[in-house]
């Protein structure tokens, strides 16, 4: 399963725009991209999948260029209470997750 | 509430003893896994089941931790001989595949053991 690297904190303020990168190099031809946000004491919870181009649900927009290299989730005009974790997964559809650390996002008033 | 159920929330128990977590999937859901989380840390991979079978079990995982899912619903973790090591956040997920479009697991609440 391809490895991940994803920046281990980052700081935002409320209603700013977050960007957070993970890169992928070795991501196989049938890997999907796959976010999952955590809160404290909380299971992950899945927020945005995609393969190429961009993705875009309520919640996210996910970015992923033509070589597929890295992939950068968007968080629009955030709120406190999008502090937690964001793991950043690759892998096929037909198997196991894998998480690694994750980035810890803090957003401030 | 029909999400991922897991069964007790919480557990302390003695070092040496052995304990066991229900988990409860979405029922649609023919695929399961468990996960390990400590603190600071990402979820770890311990097993995962498509209906009854078990599919893969992690090589970290030693024998004194067993996973069942006997009838393709519900599963239960078992940890023998329990160490302090073992004291982390027992996470279950569910899944249906193949699926249409996303394929996105669903993840309960957690068992959060401490071994004293």
């Known amino acids: 399963l391809a490895k991940t690297t994803q920046p281990i904190s980052m700081d935002s303020y409320e209603g700013q725009e977050v960007n957070i990168t993970c890169s992928h190099n070795n991501i196989a031809t049938n890997d999907y991209i796959t976010w999952y946000q955590q809160f404290p004491s909380q299971g992950p919870r899945f927020i945005i999948q995609g393969y190429k181009t961009k993705v875009t649900n309520e919640v996210a927009s996910l970015f992923i260029p033509a070589d597929r290299k890295s992939s950068t989730l968007s968080l629009p005009r955030v709120s406190l209470s999008d502090t937690a974790v964001y793991y950043c997964l690759v892998g096929s559809n037909t198997g196991k997750l894998i998480f690694g650390q994750g980035t810890t996002l803090q957003v401030k008033p | 509430d029909t999400g991922v159920s897991q069964d007790p929330r919480h557990k302390i128990t003695k070092r040496g003893q052995n304990v066991t977590f229900r988990c409860d999937p979405i029922s649609e859901h023919n695929r399961l896994y468990w996960y390990r989380q400590t603190l600071g840390q990402g979820p770890e991979f311990l097993t995962y089941f498509q209906n009854e079978a078990q599919l893969e079990k992690s090589r970290l995982l030693s024998d004194r931790f067993s996973a069942e899912r006997p009838k393709g619903s519900f599963s239960t973790l078992e940890i023998q001989r329990t160490e302090q090591g073992d004291s982390a956040m027992y996470l279950c997920?569910?899944?249906?595949?193949?699926?249409?479009?996303?394929?996105?697991?669903?993840f309960g609440q957690g068992t959060r053991l401490t071994v004293v």
């Open positions: 997920a569910s899944s249906s595949w193949p699926s249409r479009g996303v394929t996105e697991a669903f």
